[in-house]
């Protein structure tokens, strides 16, 4: 049965209030529906257990939507804006997963595995989201099954993404970690949203797993031979099949 995915206003605890702000009914920013196919198949009473379960909320571009180690009582939704996913050591260095765009979850990992966020998720542009209570998500995975299929599908594909990075920096040298970078971040996956512009050049290595220095120099070396063209942040692609080739001889 196909029912509009209707907002709530649920105060959410797990967050402060200085990083986000909960947007009601009578904000311009306010979105009564959802169009995302997972919560077409909701029947009338998972809609009921999701109206009760969920907040709607703002976060602004450089504002944390989770933090590595702290309790994951939610899994977000996002239904607007760009977000990106990172792993930290401790200290002062990041490594940067993936970027996710709008239509996707971020927390997925709380419901099947530990009870903390195993990632930091940061918006790179103003992002808006659902945060979902994990039981609820549990309970409608419990008992709707196509709803299960779709998010077994995401997590999969979330997990062979994973993997297919760590081949790439197990085994690859560090041109062919940039490389594997700008073709992933110019992927048609964000419809057209140019990710790259938003990054600086830090993020830009932390996707690829090398040093800042070492990216800036790499992006000048990838200029100078044509494959891409810099102006300040902007990064364009000038020669896709180059930058594949570099990516499979890494």
Avoid: W
């Avoid at 073709?183 to 690829?208: N, P, Q, T, W």
């Amino acid at each position: 049965m196909i029912l509009q995915f209707i907002v709530t206003f649920t105060a959410c605890k797990s967050f402060a209030s200085t990083i986000m702000k909960t947007i009601v009914d009578t904000d311009h920013d306010f979105v009564c529906e959802i169009n995302a196919p997972c919560f077409q198949l909701l029947n009338e009473e998972e809609v009921a257990l999701m109206r009760g379960s969920r907040t709607q909320v703002f976060f602004r571009k450089g504002e944390n939507l989770t933090k590595q180690g702290t309790f994951a009582s939610y899994v977000l939704f996002v239904i607007e804006g760009l977000v990106k996913v990172y792993v930290e050591d401790g200290g002062s260095r990041n490594f940067n997963l993936q970027a996710v765009r709008k239509g996707e979850f971020v927390g997925l990992l709380a419901i099947f595995g530990e009870s903390i966020y195993t990632y930091s998720a940061t918006a790179l542009t103003d992002t808006r989201v659902f945060l979902v209570e994990k039981a609820a998500i549990i309970k409608i995975i419990q008992n709707n099954g196509m709803f299960a299929y779709h998010i077994v599908e995401h997590y999969c594909k979330q997990t062979s993404s994973m993997f297919t990075t760590l081949r790439g920096m197990m085994f690859k040298q560090m041109n062919g970690h940039l490389a594997d970078t700008l073709l992933y971040l110019s992927s048609g996956h964000f419809e057209g949203e140019d990710v790259i512009s938003l990054l600086s050049r830090k993020e830009i290595a932390e996707f690829a797993g090398i040093s800042t220095e070492s990216a800036v120099k790499l992006l000048k070396t990838f200029e100078k031979e044509g494959i891409i063209r810099l102006e300040e942040k902007k990064v364009s692609i000038l020669n896709r099949d180059l930058l594949v080739e570099i990516s499979k001889r890494g």
